[in-house]
């Protein structure tokens, strides 16, 4: 599997994604309602992964970190 | 802070050498661990399981091996016990929950194997936080166990039960596991050395699995040496965990007295002080004039901006990660989690699995851009590992409240980026706040340079002697 060329600029959507979901609380409107925030949820996730090439393997993760490791050991 | 002539005073490193000398046999100091483990476990709460039978029946196998002249492992006969998730095939393995208080597997860790290999003794389980997601060490189900340098106050989490048997004396060793920290973390609340291996460096076969992205297993000891003792018998590929890799493992033992002229160790000019106390900070830059005076160049380095995100983005996978494993029991067994626990597993049903998918992608991008420019200028990163003392109980006691996601972000600061990236870091005790509570510094590696780190570390504690210090139990 060949490396993703992401583009970090795809950051903002992500990080509103996280403001929205990750920031949880019991009283949480969006939590109250399961359905509507799995909707919009899904819809962040869809603008968020527009063009994104899938290269999520943890496997491939690790032979990442191979060819980071010190060449000089 | 007593050091009394006490067998389980020594370290591993000195405990399995005077197994070898024959200046002490492993049922003695086998007894010695049990003693201390019944005497002390009402006050601390490590201990999650002990067959003392099984454990002294261990010991003797050992000593007899001993006495036929058999070739002995670098840990033979020494007794050491782990976080309650590793799997014996035939024993309970309860994850520190309700749900798996009867688990029992059919097979055996890879890690457990490779110690047994070598000698070790396995003679308790030990507690830990619910299914190991969480940071404090308060688990609401099965308990929580209680900090040896002051009972008052939290252990840290998940590998609760590993750092307070430690520093407490129960056993010489115990491995946990780190997925945000959970090595390090309670190593850095009870005084410990804990090494949160690089991402595939160490199998997670027959590990309970918490983030199958992000999860490691790794050591917690009294010493930088014992810690390099342990990781050498454990780390390696495994082609039962297909995330090993097939690096090879480095001699750490060997390299551990180079001295360190010379070595680039870099300061971060941003991120990791973020929020730090003034008492962590004094201490945390004694230790970097520690190394100074080793001869190393201390360079101040640019930490990438996106590190700000990755304490958020691990507990994303870690969210996602952990729902998929636990979907059926979140269906069907909801009350038989705590709280905590619950919701933050139910955080994870929620995520698009697009946004998941793209999160790890981009972790790959954030690796190779941390390495080139942090790496690219030092051989280590030195950081605080905790922004702020150890805090009491009471106050880390968030279960369900609002507002406990940014409280174990907080807690957590310092440590997951290191897991997002997959990189090794170190932690390593450097003094104690005023009251009286450990304070740790990180060392941070490229990829599988856990030699280094130890390398490090090791000199660190030569110059000092803060890991000799022991809680005062009683």
């Known amino acids: 599997m060949t490396p993703a060329d992401t583009n970090t600029d795809d950051m903002p959507a992500l990080l509103d994604w996280l403001d929205q979901f990750q920031g949880f609380r019991p009283e949480d409107v969006s939590l109250a309602d399961p359905a509507a925030a799995s909707r919009n949820a899904a819809k962040a996730g869809r603008d968020a992964a527009q063009d994104l090439p899938f290269d999520a393997d943890p496997a491939g993760f690790t032979r990442l970190l191979e060819t980071l490791a010190r060449k000089d050991p | ?35 201390r483990m019944t005497a002390l476990d009402p006050k601390v709460n490590a201990v999650a399981g002990l067959d003392e039978a099984e454990a002294l029946a261990q010991a003797e196998a050992a000593d007899q091996a001993r006495a036929k002249g058999g070739t002995l492992g670098p840990l033979h006969g020494v007794p050491l016990a782990h976080k309650d998730m590793y799997y014996r095939r035939g024993r309970i393995t309860a994850c520190g929950s309700i749900i798996r208080k009867d688990f029992r597997p059919d097979y055996t860790a890879t890690a457990l194997q490779r110690l047994d290999a070598a000698g070790a003794l396995d003679i308790a389980r030990l507690n830990m936080v619910e299914f190991a997601f969480g940071v404090t060490g308060h688990n609401d189900v099965v308990g929580t166990p209680k900090n040896p340098w002051n009972t008052d106050h939290m252990t840290g989490g998940s590998s609760s039960g590993s750092g307070v048997a430690v520093a407490s004396r129960m056993c010489f060793g115990a491995l946990g596991s780190d997925t945000g920290g959970s090595i390090r973390l309670p190593a850095a609340c009870c005084g410990l050395v804990g090494m949160k291996p690089t991402y595939g460096r160490v199998s997670r076969h027959g590990a309970m699995p918490l983030a199958y992205s992000l999860d490691t297993v790794g050591p917690l000891t009294r010493t930088v040496r014992d810690n390099a003792l342990i990781m050498q018998t454990i780390a390696g590929f495994d082609a039962n965990d297909p995330v090993t890799a097939d690096v090879p493992v480095g001699d750490y033992l060997s390299g551990l007295d180079k001295d360190l002229r010379g070595l680039k160790v870099g300061l971060p000019e941003s991120f990791f ?66 709280p905590q626990t619950r919701a933050r597993l139910a955080i994870g049903l929620f995520t698009p699995a697009s946004v998941y998918l793209r999160v790890l992608t981009l972790r790959k991008q954030l690796v190779r851009e941390f390495c080139d420019q942090v790496f690219g200028k030092v051989d280590v990163l030195h950081t605080p590992l905790m922004t702020m003392p150890v805090p009491t109980l009471a106050e880390s006691n968030m279960s369900a409240n609002p507002g406990f996601a ?39 590696g490229r990829p599988f340079d856990e030699g280094l780190l130890y390398r490090a570390g090791h000199a660190y504690q030569q110059a000092t002697d803060w890991h000799d210090r022991a809680p005062d139990l009683g």
């Open chain 2, 406 to 444: 940014d409280y174990l972000l907080k807690i957590g600061h310092n440590t997951r980026p290191g897991n997002f990236l997959g990189l090794p870091g170190l932690n390593v005790p450097c003094g104690f706040t005023p009251d009286g509570l450990p304070c740790s510094f990180q060392l941070m």
């Open chain 2, 1 to 35: 802070m007593t050091k009394p002539a006490d067998p389980t005073f020594m370290s591993l490193t000195e405990a399995a050498a005077a197994i070898a000398a024959g200046d002490i046999s492993s049922r003695e100091l086998t007894e010695a661990c049990l003693t």
């Open chain 2, 273 to 338: 002080y973020e929020g730090v106390t003034s008492e962590i900070r004094a201490l945390v830059e004694a230790s970097l004039k520690v190394f100074e005076d080793l001869g190393c160049e201390i360079v101040p380095v640019k930490i990438p901006d996106a590190v700000a995100v990755m304490n958020r983005l691990t507990n994303l996978i870690t969210a996602t990660e952990g729902a998929a494993v636990h979907t059926r029991w979140l269906t069907e067994r909801a009350s038989d989690y705590g």
